[in-house]
């Protein structure tokens, strides 16, 4: 089985480079570029002189991917690279980086340890100023909100005179809140007053917010919120 998803995601990479249009003056590093993020064998990018992990979790964790056309690939080994944006797939001998162009979603199951039901993590691809990122589901519906972490790259601050400081670069993880409205993405503002503002030509959210106390920053408060307005 495992032998056979490689092959299919393997191929999928093969499509996706095929389908692209390189002008004849384009550089072979860009050609190179273009191959490692469709999604050829790849590596654990944690590199020497930077600390910290690229990923969301060092864990391997099951799950299955959606892709567009709506067909699934079950039965995979999966983690996040939130530094390089990227879901990675395991196999007995190698890494793959999956190619994000086709991608849906990508779930991971679980089992409730106090209840032993099934739970779902839910991860998406949406596009948000251009760019395609990786989204947790914490609530589905007019009114979405996700989750998005990513890493920030932090210079050494070792500073010599006083012996003090980190003398290598760092990866500082980090989380922003968006949510979703007539299809468009956005970052969730850091005060119920910018909310409101932003949310002007929808009254309805405009009064929920008003109506509800919550802060935009702390993720239990959003989900309560946003679950509260969906009903």
């Given at each position: 089985?495992?032998?056979?998803?490689?092959?299919?995601?393997?191929?999928?990479?093969?499509?996706?480079?095929?389908?692209q249009?390189?002008d004849?003056?384009t550089?072979?590093?860009?050609?190179?570029?273009?191959?490692?993020?469709a999604?050829?064998?790849?590596?654990?990018?944690?590199?020497?002189?930077?600390?910290?992990?690229?990923?969301?979790k060092?864990?391997?964790?099951?799950?299955?991917?959606?892709?567009?056309?709506?067909?699934?690939?079950?039965?995979?080994?999966?983690?996040?690279d939130?530094?390089?944006q990227?879901?990675?797939?395991?196999?007995?001998?190698?890494?793959?980086?999956?190619?994000?162009?086709?991608v849906?979603?990508?779930?991971?199951?679980?089992?409730?340890?106090?209840?032993?039901?099934?739970v779902?993590?839910?991860?998406?691809?949406?596009?948000?100023e251009?760019?395609?990122k990786?989204?947790?589901?914490?609530?589905?519906?007019?009114?979405?909100?996700?989750?998005?972490?990513?890493c920030?790259?932090?210079?050494?601050?070792?500073?010599p005179?006083?012996?003090?400081?980190?003398?290598?670069?760092?990866?500082?993880?980090?989380?922003?809140?968006?949510?979703?409205?007539?299809?468009?993405?956005k970052?969730?503002?850091?005060?119920?007053?910018?909310?409101?503002?932003?949310?002007?030509?929808?009254?309805?959210?405009?009064?929920?917010?008003?109506?509800?106390?919550?802060?935009?920053?702390?993720?239990?408060?959003?989900?309560n919120?946003?679950?509260?307005?969906?009903?």
């Amino acid at each position: 089985m495992q032998f056979l998803i490689t092959i299919f995601l393997s191929v999928l990479s093969c499509s996706y480079i095929l389908a692209q249009s390189f002008d004849e003056s384009t550089k072979m590093s860009d050609k190179m570029v273009v191959a490692r993020t469709a999604g050829f064998e790849t590596y654990d990018t944690r590199l020497k002189g930077i600390d910290g992990s690229p990923y969301l979790k060092d864990n391997w964790s099951e799950g299955y991917i959606v892709l567009l056309n709506g067909d699934t690939i079950q039965d995979l080994v999966l983690k996040i690279d939130v530094h390089n944006q990227e879901f990675v797939h395991k196999t007995e001998s190698k890494m793959m980086s999956i190619p994000k162009a086709f991608v849906e979603r990508i779930v991971f199951t679980g089992i409730d340890v106090f209840t032993g039901s099934r739970v779902d993590d839910n991860f998406v691809l949406k596009t948000h100023e251009n760019e395609r990122k990786i989204f947790k589901e914490l609530v589905v519906g007019d009114y979405s909100v996700y989750r998005h972490d990513y890493c920030v790259l932090l210079k050494p601050s070792y500073n010599p005179a006083i012996d003090a400081g980190n003398i290598n670069y760092q990866l500082n993880k980090k989380i922003k809140y968006y949510y979703e409205i007539d299809g468009l993405v956005k970052i969730v503002p850091s005060s119920r007053k910018k909310f409101m503002k932003e949310v002007a030509e929808h009254p309805v959210l405009q009064e929920a917010i008003k109506m509800n106390r919550f802060d935009s920053k702390d993720e239990r408060d959003l989900i309560n919120f946003f679950k509260t307005i969906n009903k």
